[in-house]
């Protein structure tokens, strides 16, 4: 036969409880604290040590004051948690409340003066991803309390009867707060009553505040409003009360954050990645892992994804960038959001998709640290277009920056919505391939608006960073969809002046035999009325860019740049110019020995190339190239997905 039972849990057991839950303010009556005699028993609440490692801030009359209040505040300070006692209209000196008693003869450590300066203090410690708690101490109503002097002695009655009872340990509390009640005659029931009442009403009034902060910060960093029904917009809470400035007296960086202007938003992947090193026995001799066995590793985590690597390496360089990704309703999705925001990226543009898993990304690589297999979960990518259409063409609408950047992880029908927003509102897009399966998708969009991609001066897409085999997987994606045989693609290649395939003698004086033999100049001046600006990462071999170039282009005319004109376009013709080709050497020949990682070296090109072209007097893109060769080699040399060293590049933008 079962049995209904009733119990309670501690401060500890609620807090936790709380934040799997995902609040964030609860109110209670006390709190458990340092005991008397600690120093020898070792008897310490465990609700300090949860204060101490759970992101949620409770309300309280203080801790009983039967407790060792100053070692108790100083349990707190050592764990981290930022304590605070509501002034109730008091100024100067406040004491820390002793739960019967509104003062204990301890200062506060700090003074509250309403509830919205603590939901102030709750978004600010939001934003900042510190994962203590805080304790805010609501004094008992001053007609309930018991005054101090008296309090006192009726505490050194009951501890002194509970030592002669030899009630220690987990019955020493029960056994005092009873003796209490009999020595106050139930006084201290009264007043334990009226100050959980109380301390109900101000904790509700700290949630009200902090939703509405939220919902502040949620409108001014959009600019939208959702209704219910609408996709789930994370934003991490940041303080933009006036009222609390920084220590230079101005609002801080979080603060201003939202209000700057976006000139880049960058939409793709964040993922969870997880790189395993190839690390064997240097007798061995091995320098790839064996397949169907286990391999010696070194294996690391941290946040990654295409979209999100590009994201970061801009934003190194250049404040102004918004990141629009999707993560899941899982523990992967809440770390991915923390360190997201732990490098300064708002996490303000992030959908969460409930019935979905956080993208993760498994690297294996060699003892060189080459790319032998990958795995990949990027399902959450797909069936996007409900929240691109509702959460993220609003804020594109209205921003309207000048680069979106968009990365394949996207499945084609959203890749195709992104393009459709870009091309609409007149945003240049730059389009990262991924990888040699995923780089078709940009073309498998076609097939369903033969009209997307368009051709120059209509095209939809400005810019492409592929590797070698990406831009043979999209050259062959787009003869599959016919593009080439479209006839105002022939035009468009006849205008420029060249064959479809261009001269042999030409190209390999430009490149090199190798590369005409494998195709590569000729597969990107193909795809150059589509796309007309193709930079071809070639790994130690450089980096090929391919252009077509406008009318009164100074290159057309320019001594210094002469061999580097694959062609001329007629000069009546209104839109095109000419080819130019041109193979950049690598910046650096990186030994074996000093790459760290191969991931990330090819989302920091373009990343350092976009926070270049979206500068409001860019540099040449020869020169930004060179520039986004130099970020790729610091990354090669980083343990980071993307190298912070690439801040020291600024200058050079």
Known sequence: MQRKLNGGTTVAGTMLLAHLAGIKVFATGGLGGVHRGAENSMDISADLTELGRTPVAVISSGCKSFLDIPRTLEYLETQGVGVGTFADGRVGKVDFPAFWTRDSGVPSPSIIEDERTAAAMIAAQDSLSISSGLLFASPIPSQHSIPKTQMDAIIA??????????????????????????????????????LIETNVVRGTRVALELSKIEKEISVQAEGIRLPDSSPRVLSISRVVDSQIPNAQGGMSEFARGEELQKDVFVAGSLAIDLSCDFNPDKKVGATSPQLQTSNPAQISQDIGGVGQNIATAIHYLDKRVQFCSVIGDDSAGLMAMERLTAKGLSPSALVQKPSARTAQYVAVNDAQKNLVLAMADMAIMEDCNSEIDKVWRPQLERRKPRWLVLDANWDSRSLQQWIKIGKDIGIKIAFEPVSVAKSKT?????????????????????????????????????????????????????????????????????????????????????????????????????????????????RLRSPAHAKYVLSHADPTHPTIGGVYMRLFPPAERVLPSDVISVNGAGDTFLGIIIAGLAKDRPRTLIDLVQVAQQGSVMTLKSREAVSPKIKELQILL
């Open 157 to 194: 009655q009951a501890i002194l009867d509970a030592e002669k009872a030899g009630s220690t340990g987990s019955d020493n509390t029960p056994f005092i707060l009873a003796r209490i009640r009999e020595l106050t005659e139930g006084q201290s029931v009264t007043a334990n009553r009226a």
């Open 442 to 554: 940009l073309f498998a969009s076609s097939v369903d608006d033969s009209s997307l991609l368009g051709v120059l001066p209509d095209h939809a897409v400005s810019l492409a960073t592929p590797n070698s085999l990406e831009l043979a997987s999209m050259h062959a994606a787009a003869r599959e969809a016919e593009l080439f045989e479209r006839e105002d693609w022939w035009q468009t290649i006849d205008a420029m002046g060249l064959s479809s395939s261009g001269s042999r003698e030409k190209l390999t004086s430009i490149t090199s035999s190798t590369l005409v033999d494998q195709g590569t100049p000729q597969q990107s001046i193909q795809l150059l009325p589509l796309i007309p600006t193709i930079l071809t990462k070639l790994g130690d071999k450089g980096v090929l860019m391919t252009q077509a170039l406008r009318p009164g282009d100074d």
